[in-house]
């Protein structure tokens, strides 16, 4: 249960900071590849009083290999999750990142060795029913933003179920800070590349996303080390109705029917995943 209280965190965390993605990319013309850089900044930022208070041990890291590949795949799933956001509307680019738990459990099984009970199989193929009565009405020819969605959603399953291999030796301080550091430098060249220099209040909003971003990595690092990968990925699926309910408060997308029709089955299908593993023998 803490696993799973940690990422429907991480899932709330993560769809407040996409509106302010979606927000200075209408209003500010920042581009996904120049918020990414800033998300990372930001991280680094708020981390260094814990590490200065902590010292440089905090830091140690047992899998430097790993450590880099990892944010390599995790910063190629922000920049394209960033991209999506910025190319279709917000609720469809966040429907096709649910492709997540699929790869998860795909990288579980290949590289963790996890074994995925059938209660989790249902979970998350209940998900994706969800995800495509709620697709299914506005799905028409294949969009750039579309392949681009998709795409982040299998760099983030690989670097996932990586962090969860590094928290078998590495502290949770550790894996978020390198995290962040190791994506900033794969980040920079992109960004300078359509770099739009922030005026006013744009720097704040730039650092309150960064600081959500922060909040949603810290939290799904905690859900990924305190269980199974397979089991805490569905639980993003509730990022459907919350993405549903602040796109229409923010930017007026009207959710039809269809969407909140899926985002019931996704309900059904994360509770009885819920209930499941709070009865199974321990």
């Known amino acids: 249960?803490?696993?799973?209280?940690?990422?429907?965190?991480?899932?709330?965390?993560?769809?407040?900071?996409?509106?302010?993605v979606r927000h200075l990319s209408a209003t500010?013309?920042?581009?996904?590849?120049?918020?990414?850089?800033?998300?990372?900044?930001?991280?680094?930022?708020?981390?260094?009083?814990?590490?200065?208070r902590r010292g440089l041990i905090s830091l140690k890291t047992q899998?430097?290999?790993?450590?880099?590949?990892?944010?390599?795949a995790g910063n190629a799933g922000m920049s394209l999750s960033f991209l999506s956001m910025t190319l279709i509307p917000l609720g469809e680019a966040v429907t096709l990142h649910f492709a997540l738990p699929l790869f998860v459990i795909l990288f579980a099984i290949l590289i963790l060795r996890e074994r995925v009970g059938l209660h989790r199989w249902v979970a998350m193929f209940v998900g994706f029913v969800g995800v495509a009565i709620a697709l299914r009405p506005g799905f028409g020819d294949i969009?750039?933003?579309?392949?681009?969605?998709?795409?982040?959603?299998?760099?983030?399953?690989?670097?996932?179920?990586?962090?969860?291999?590094?928290?078998h030796t590495d502290m949770t301080?550790?894996?978020?800070?390198?995290?962040?550091?190791?994506?900033?430098?794969?980040?920079?060249?992109?960004?300078?590349?359509?770099w739009v220099t922030p005026s006013g209040a744009e720097w704040a909003w730039l650092f309150f996303m960064g600081g959500l971003a922060f909040l949603a990595q810290w939290s799904l690092s905690r859900a990924y080390i305190?269980?199974?990968?397979?089991?805490?990925?569905?639980?993003?699926?509730?990022?459907?109705p919350i993405i549903a309910v602040l796109g229409f408060m923010f930017f007026g997308e009207v959710t039809d029917l269809w969407t909140w029709v899926g985002a019931a089955v996704i309900f059904v299908g994360t509770y009885y995943m819920a209930r499941r593993e709070t009865k199974a023998p321990r």
């Open 28 to 52: 500010a013309n920042i581009g996904a590849f120049e918020q990414t850089f800033f998300r990372h900044a930001t991280g680094i930022v708020i981390l260094l009083p814990f590490i200065i």
């Open 1 to 20: 249960m803490k696993g799973i209280l940690w990422m429907a965190s991480a899932a709330l965390f993560f769809s407040l900071a996409f509106v302010i």
């Open 226 to 240: 305190v269980a199974d990968a397979s089991l805490v990925s569905t639980v993003m699926f509730i990022r459907l």
């Open 63 to 72: 899998q430097v290999g790993l450590n880099i590949i990892r944010n390599f």
């Open 143 to 167: 969009h750039p933003g579309m392949l681009a969605a998709i795409g982040a959603a299998a760099a983030y399953g690989l670097s996932d179920v990586l962090l969860r291999k590094l928290s």
């Open 173 to 194: 301080l550790s894996i978020v800070f390198y995290g962040f550091a190791l994506q900033l430098p794969f980040s920079l060249p992109l960004a300078i590349n359509e």
